[in-house]
């Protein structure tokens, strides 16, 4: 981290900025170039992911210390009640995403969520269903999660390293009504990644996500989109959001869980010897 101050934090945020700046320009550069070669959006974006996978994973595997930050993952003692509460908070990342998604196509619409439709269906249901349950999971995660959240949080602090990445996320989805449905789930997949340290778990929440907005009946969401609906529920997500954070922060970290048993052992050694 750096150190405290006005200087370092504009240092810590032109990093962060930096950083985000040359993923984007990397992501968007290797799609743009794989789909003229490819011909078709959805199986060129296919491929590009998988060269993502590939490349993420070597980096990640070269240059571990790039991601590598204090504190390290926490002791399980606490695991299904943290697990629970990640999964219901999913669930209302879900809800309240669709709820701002809906209401905002409502009201204003989107040309580049049409024109992404449009592509899903023009490559068929295969190639859809493979982007959306397999490669942008896989994919997004090792970016995402993988990659980004790692180097911004060698710099800043789970809060603002967690709204950073989401909030690129959401913006590298490419339209407002795909951002708002990408931004809540991000927010929880990161405090997920956080806690973990693993990226399988984000995968199979991701996936999930994914795996809902095609199965859950659009009258059943189309309920929702109304401006209080959406308030609603992004409040109550925020409502279980921020203890998720504050559990992150205050849970003793791995190292400190080993070396305190180990000072109360030498402390009642010491105090034996002066007995």
Known sequence: MAAPGIDGRLRDAGWCLAVALVVAAAYLGLGVAVVSIVGEPILG??????????????????????????????????????????????????????????????????????????????????????LTLVAAPVAEEILFRGLLYPLARTRVGVGAAVLFTAGVFGILHGNIVQFASALPIAVVLTLVYERTRHLWPCVVVHLGFNLAAIVVPAPVLAGLSNPVSALLLTAVLAGGALPLMWKISSTPTLEASIVEPRRGKAERTTETQES
């Open 45 to 130: 974006t296919i491929v590009a992911d998988l060269l993502v996978v590939v490349l993420v994973g070597v980096v990640r595997r070269a240059r571990p210390e790039w991601i590598t930050y204090a504190p390290r993952s926490r002791p399980a003692g606490d695991t299904p009640v943290w697990a629970w509460t990640a999964a219901g908070c999913a669930v209302l990342a879900f809800l309240a995403g669709q709820s701002v998604a809906l209401w905002l196509y409502g009201a204003v619409g989107s040309t580049g969520f049409d024109t992404s439709v449009r592509a899903r269906e023009h490559a068929g249901a295969t190639a859809a269903l493979v």
